[in-house]
């Protein structure tokens, strides 16, 4: 959208296209696929690399791996007790899935599948299906009588407490899903808006260009704005899949 | 949802800003015919299950496998530590002990020499008390001897100085039986016979 033709498309940067020439085509091999094999190659790539040394006292690399083990070990032990260890490498694969696609979306030509609901809505609809499989292999079927109607409740509030229950729990992955969903695309229409204006008044003579300045200036903040929610919202996925498997794991 | 501020305050720029045209396109996240939507999530879930099995069977293990060496070796240091400390603390114990021992036996000897020492003092001194009021009891019986000896001879003395004096004054020289008389009267009176 250069020159004096650029008008704002806030949402182009979403559309999907298949990748790889007519092979990506012909299996509907989209960017965001690619993206997804990039980001775990990533993972696997610092974890090989960076345990290599299998050092004691660990090099930089081998600390940022051990760094991203130790931080989704503790959050798993301290969100679920000690049966965390066996869901463990499920949520660091979803953290660092959710981190990747965050992050990698903020390069230039990069795509950030986070920012499809359609993606985010199936990584949540997977986390609750696992709860709550989790929680039926755990305490059979009476995890439904025990979860949704708490012992020591009185009778009388049944109908009351077992609607709000179910309906809290089925809105767990709505409320997962979109959340994420939200975030990644306000950030990201939002530097398409202020990347156009950049792009619209340069074009506009000496003024305009000097005008400029301002929403270059807002896109470098808000870039810095970015990479803090792609942490923390991929540390929001994983900690409340963690909470929820805490729920699945002890019952409330 | 820290950022639906953000996202609520975007909406009304986007509103004004985009084309109807761009509007009525609607967003391609929503775009539910569009079969690569779908795909994308078939694939997706394929990569999660294939980056979930690399990860759970040959990356994290790997680095599981680190810490625990390293959590290992230092839980051997410290209990190498903690031994080396203990033995410290027992070989501590043991010199206080000896150091005790060797005192309380020096204090022992020390005690039984005095003890030992005093004994021989006072045996000595109880012999030498004793033969020193043996010699005294020598002395005392010489004493008494001589006296009885000197008293003796007084009679004799004070009779020889007597018929000495009186001839000498007198020129005659007097009876043999009155100077005796007169001599022994002369002791009565000072008590001597």
């Given at each position: 959208?250069?020159?004096?033709?650029?008008?704002i498309?806030a949402?182009g940067?979403?559309?999907?296209?298949?990748?790889?020439?007519?092979?990506?085509?012909s299996?509907?091999?989209?960017q965001?696929?690619?993206?997804?094999?990039?980001?775990?190659?990533?993972?696997?790539?610092?974890?090989?690399?960076?345990?290599?040394?299998?050092?004691v006292?660990?090099?930089?690399l081998?600390?940022?791996?051990?760094?991203?083990?130790?931080f989704?070990?503790?959050?798993?032990?301290?969100?679920i007790?000690?049966?965390?260890?066996?869901f463990?490498?499920?949520?660091?694969?979803?953290?660092?899935?959710?981190?990747?696609?965050?992050?990698?979306g903020?390069?230039?030509?990069?795509f950030?599948?986070?920012?499809?609901i359609?993606?985010?809505f199936?990584?949540?609809v997977?986390?609750?299906?696992?709860?709550?499989?989790?929680?039926i292999?755990?305490?059979?079927?009476?995890f439904?009588?025990?979860?949704?109607?708490?012992?020591?409740?009185?009778?009388?509030l049944?109908?009351?407490?077992?609607?709000i229950?179910?309906?809290?729990?089925l809105?767990?992955?709505?409320?997962?899903?979109?959340r994420?969903?939200a975030?990644?695309?306000?950030?990201?229409?939002?530097?398409e808006?202020?990347?156009?204006?950049v792009?619209?008044?340069?074009?506009?003579?000496?003024?305009?260009?000097?005008?400029?300045?301002?929403?270059?200036?807002?896109?470098?903040?808000?870039?810095?704005f970015?990479?803090?929610v792609?942490?923390?919202?991929?540390y929001?996925?994983?900690?409340?899949?963690?909470?929820?498997?805490?729920d699945?794991?002890?019952?409330? | 949802?820290?950022?639906?501020?953000?996202?609520?305050?975007?909406?009304?720029?986007?509103?004004?800003?985009?084309?109807?045209?761009?509007?009525?396109?609607?967003?391609?996240?929503?775009a539910?015919?569009?079969?690569?939507?779908?795909?994308q999530?078939?694939?997706?879930g394929?990569?999660?299950?294939?980056?979930?099995?690399?990860?759970?069977?040959?990356?994290?293990?790997q680095?599981?496998?680190?810490?625990?060496?390293?959590?290992?070796?230092?839980?051997?240091?410290l209990d190498?530590?903690?031994a080396?400390?203990?033995?410290?603390?027992a070989?501590?114990?043991?010199?206080?002990?000896?150091?005790?021992?060797?005192r309380?036996?020096?204090?022992?000897?020390?005690?039984?020499?005095?003890?030992?020492?005093?004994?021989e003092?006072?045996?000595?001194a109880?012999?030498?008390?004793?033969?020193l009021?043996?010699?005294?009891?020598?002395a005392?019986?010489?004493?008494?001897?001589?006296?009885?000896?000197?008293?003796?001879?007084?009679?004799?003395?004070?009779?020889?100085?007597?018929?000495?004096?009186?001839?000498?004054?007198t020129?005659?020289?007097p009876?043999?039986?009155?100077?005796?008389?007169?001599v022994?009267?002369?002791?009565?009176?000072?008590?001597?016979?």
């Amino acid at each position: 959208m250069a020159g004096g033709e650029a008008k704002i498309d806030a949402l182009g940067q979403f559309k999907l296209a298949t990748v790889l020439g007519p092979l990506g085509g012909s299996v509907n091999f989209t960017q965001a696929n690619l993206f997804m094999v990039l980001g775990g190659l990533l993972v696997l790539a610092l974890i090989h690399y960076g345990m290599k040394p299998r050092a004691v006292v660990p090099g930089r690399l081998q600390a940022l791996a051990e760094m991203a083990y130790g931080f989704i070990d503790d959050m798993c032990h301290e969100q679920i007790g000690h049966e965390g260890r066996r869901f463990f490498p499920f949520v660091f694969t979803l953290f660092f899935f959710v981190l990747m696609g965050n992050l990698l979306g903020l390069l230039p030509y990069g795509f950030t599948y986070t920012s499809h609901i359609a993606v985010t809505f199936a990584l949540a609809v997977m986390v609750i299906v696992i709860v709550t499989g989790v929680a039926i292999f755990t305490h059979g079927t009476t995890f439904f009588t025990e979860y949704f109607f708490p012992k020591g409740t009185p009778v009388a509030l049944a109908p009351l407490v077992i609607p709000i229950e179910v309906i809290s729990y089925l809105s767990r992955p709505v409320s997962l899903s979109i959340r994420l969903f939200a975030n990644m695309v306000a950030g990201h229409v939002m530097f398409e808006v202020f990347a156009t204006f950049v792009v619209m008044m340069a074009g506009a003579g000496l003024l305009g260009t000097i005008g400029a300045i301002g929403p270059m200036a807002l896109n470098v903040a808000l870039m810095g704005f970015e990479l803090l929610v792609a942490f923390l919202q991929a540390y929001v996925f994983a900690i409340l899949t963690c909470i929820y498997l805490h729920d699945a794991v002890h019952l409330h | 949802m820290r950022r639906f501020p953000a996202l609520l305050a975007s909406i009304p720029v986007a509103g004004l800003l985009l084309p109807s045209a761009a509007l009525a396109q609607g967003m391609p996240q929503l775009a539910f015919g569009n079969p690569l939507t779908i795909a994308q999530v078939v694939w997706g879930g394929m990569i999660f299950l294939v980056l979930y099995l690399a990860l759970s069977r040959w990356a994290l293990p790997q680095v599981g496998a680190v810490l625990q060496a390293r959590a290992a070796s230092i839980a051997d240091d410290l209990d190498a530590a903690h031994a080396a400390k203990a033995a410290a603390d027992a070989a501590m114990a043991e010199m206080t002990e000896a150091t005790r021992l060797a005192r309380s036996e020096a204090q022992a000897a020390i005690s039984a020499a005095v003890d030992k020492a005093k004994a021989e003092a006072a045996a000595e001194a109880l012999a030498t008390s004793r033969r020193l009021e043996a010699r005294l009891a020598e002395a005392e019986a010489q004493i008494a001897q001589a006296r009885n000896a000197a008293m003796a001879a007084l009679r004799q003395v004070a009779t020889d100085t007597t018929l000495a004096m009186v001839t000498k004054l007198t020129g005659t020289r007097p009876g043999k039986k009155s100077i005796d008389g007169a001599v022994g009267v002369a002791l009565a009176a000072r008590g001597q016979t």
